[in-house]
């Protein structure tokens, strides 16, 4: 039995207006090249400006996986041609990243790992290219957007750690705000470097990098793809070649792209347009106290002080705006199960057919948790409480508003609901009799209050009072 060793590199574009060295928009366009500066495409006598939002997002993003921040921002020149790189070298960062020695916790099948970050660093993205039959087209609009790039250690040991960790880093971009971090745009991106080593090694296997997977499940699909191409080779007898090797979704197979016996010699050295710049340290701090509670540490309260499964929990912490809508619920009314059920199912549930967000939804916590408190007074029952809600989320208008206007106010008074059922008894004598004689009449009966009251009884009220009234005849 061989041990699978995973370490990722992980490409992320961060937030901002501009791009990182220059004025040009840092924007998604459906028209190629339009969103290009004289900087982006390295011109004679261009010098770049370090974009210092997208500094800050890269320090928040290295905080929030608990790694150091270096005392100065450096940068460097990191040289080698290739199309979509117009100035020939890409500036990045190499002797001082951004963030080192860092860690993000994942749950994976209910267990807590610790995944390692080896580095995080800042730097430019190159152009986007559209690859044709005969040939190629370049659209400069992403390149120089800023990307910061995260390089965990080789210590993930399965597919579902791999996606369960790019499933977490995404949520930390986004619960940050330094990211849209939208795959279907290029947005995120993924190098997987795999390797096999037996059970009793001490070194590791010889390592086969994947390059620019798009998406978390094809990550999955093409590390199981290669580990199952790599068992085989050994099974034969073969040896694991050091390569880089591209994923094919349609075969869900890897395939040779170049062999890489050595590291390429980058040839880095310092940005001579870029000095050192000195990281204020009450600026870090600054930078810190605005990262918000992050979803693993929302997921381990949910479930473990407010007893929500996982499922739900995990349903809630995935978008950052449902849990900070769920968490202004609670503050609201302490139900925290409650009203997980009622945002995880029925909201939910209206939310995905309708395809909207739930800051897009005609509803606030302040309504949903009114709802709430009028099923646990009994003013409505359950059943009503789902109609209520569906005209809240169709309307915008609150609860006690529809249940007026629907006329559902629930009878919960016990001296209004008996004098209910005597009527309904004496109008149905037989049922008495019925009911001595042992025949399952009860829930019958039940039914006819409802139906008198039309369903405003409250079931369970009715219900005692019932059997209070029937044991009479005993």
């Known amino acids: 039995m061989r041990k699978v060793v995973i370490g990722l590199e992980v490409h992320c574009e961060l937030k901002s207006n501009s791009k990182i060295f220059s004025s040009a928009k840092n924007g998604f366009s459906d028209i190629p090249n339009s969103n290009v500066s004289v900087v982006d495409m390295g011109m004679p006598g261009i010098l770049p400006v370090v974009n210092k939002e997208a500094v800050r997002n890269s320090i928040k993003m290295a905080l929030a996986m608990n790694c150091m921040v270096p005392d100065y921002l450096t940068f460097e020149r990191k040289n080698y041609f290739y199309p979509d790189l117009p100035k020939g070298y890409q500036i990045t960062q ?17 267990e807590d790992k610790k995944i390692l970050i080896h580095d995080t660093h800042l730097e430019e993205d190159t152009a986007s290219m559209d690859h044709y039959n005969d040939y190629s087209l370049l659209d400069y609009n992403r390149c120089g957007v800023p990307l910061l790039e995260t390089v965990t250690e080789p210590c993930i040991n399965s597919a579902d750690e791999a996606v369960a960790f790019l499933e977490g880093l995404r949520s930390i971009f986004l619960y940050t705000d330094t990211s849209y971090a939208r795959s279907d745009k290029g947005q995120i991106r993924c190098d997987v470097n ?18 620019n997977i798009n998406s978390f499940s094809g990550v999955k699909e093409a590390i199981i793809s290669e580990v199952a191409r790599q068992n085989e080779v050994l099974d034969n007898g073969g040896e694991i ?54 979803h693993n540490e929302r997921f381990r309260i949910y479930t473990k002080e407010y007893n929500i499964n996982t499922k739900d929990a995990y ?24 009203i997980s059920n009622w945002l995880t199912g ?11 967000t739930i800051e897009e939804a005609k509803l606030n916590p302040i309504m949903l948790t009114d709802m709430i408190k009028m099923v646990i007074q009994g003013k409505i029952n359950g059943k009503q409480a789902k109609e209520v809600l569906e005209k809240m989320l169709d309307t915008g208008k609150d609860a006690n508003t529809l249940v007026n206007e629907l006329g559902m106010t629930q009878i919960s008074d016990e001296g209004e609901i008996r004098q209910i059922i005597l009527s309904v008894l004496a109008e149905n004598k037989n049922l008495i009799d019925d009911y001595k004689a042992g025949k399952k009449v009860f829930d019958y009966i039940v039914g006819l209050v409802m139906k008198t009251t039309r369903g405003k009884a409250n079931p369970i009220i009715s219900a005692k009072v019932l059997k209070e009234e029937l044991e009479k005849y005993l």
């Open 315 to 338: 349903t809630i912490v995935k978008d950052k705006k449902v849990s900070d809508f769920y968490e202004e619920c609670v503050n609201l009314l302490n139900e925290p199960v409650l």
């Open 94 to 110: 190499f002797k001082h990243p951004i963030g080192t020695n860092g860690y993000v916790m994942i749950d994976v099948n209910g």
């Open 346 to 356: 029925d909201v939910m549930k209206y939310l995905n057919r309708e395809s909207l």
């Open 241 to 294: 070649v050091q390569e880089t090797r591209r994923y094919d979704e349609s075969t869900n197979k890897t395939y040779t792209m170049r062999s890489k016996e050595d590291a390429i010699d980058y040839r880095y050295f310092t940005d001579p347009n870029l000095p050192p710049i000195k990281i204020d340290k009450e600026w870090v701090e600054e930078i810190k106290s605005e990262i918000p509670k992050l």
């Open 194 to 211: 795999v390797s096999l080593m037996e059970e009793n090694a001490t070194e590791l296997g010889t390592r086969v990098e994947i390059k």
